[in-house]
C-alpha cells in the first residue's frame, strides 16, 4: 500500500487531494481522497492507498518514475487556492515487521 498523513488548516480553501503515480513507461493513475475538504482538516489523516488502485490501471509499481501529490480537482484544474498543507509519514510497500 502507499500511505501518507496529511493536516490542513480551518481557514484553508476547502479542496480535495489526490495522489498521481506514473511509470517508467509512461502510463500513470490517479486516485482521489474521499472527502473534498481534505485540506480544512485541522488533526492528522491518514490515508491508505491498495497499490491494486495503481496496477489495475496498468501501472507498473515496480517502475515508478514520479508520485504527484496534488491539491483540488486534477481534471480541472483551478487558480487562486490559498491555505497550508503538510503531509507526513509518506510510506510504499509493506508494513515493517
Given at each position: 500500500?502507499l500511505?501518507l498523513y496529511?493536516?490542513?488548516?480551518?481557514?484553508n480553501?476547502?479542496?480535495?487531494?489526490y495522489?498521481?503515480?506514473?511509470?517508467?513507461?509512461?502510463?500513470?493513475?490517479?486516485?482521489?481522497?474521499?472527502?473534498?475538504?481534505?485540506t480544512?482538516?485541522?488533526?492528522?489523516?491518514?490515508?491508505?492507498?491498495?497499490?491494486?488502485?495503481f496496477?489495475s490501471?496498468?501501472?507498473k509499481?515496480?517502475?515508478v518514475k514520479?508520485?504527484?501529490?496534488?491539491v483540488g480537482?486534477?481534471?480541472?484544474?483551478?487558480?487562486?487556492?490559498?491555505?497550508t498543507?503538510?503531509?507526513?509519514?509518506?510510506?510504499?510497500?509493506?508494513?515493517?515487521?
Open positions: 500500500s500511505s496529511f493536516q490542513g488548516l480551518a481557514d480553501s476547502a479542496e480535495g487531494l495522489i498521481t503515480i506514473q511509470d517508467s513507461a509512461g502510463k500513470a493513475a490517479t486516485v482521489a481522497y474521499s472527502s473534498a475538504a481534505a480544512t482538516a485541522t488533526d492528522w489523516q491518514p490515508w491508505t492507498i491498495p497499490l491494486s488502485e496496477i490501471a496498468g501501472v509499481m515496480n517502475a514520479s508520485i504527484v501529490i496534488g480537482d486534477k481534471s480541472a484544474p483551478a487558480k487562486g487556492g490559498a491555505g498543507l503538510f503531509i507526513d509519514d509518506l510510506g510504499y510497500g509493506r508494513p515493517a515487521r
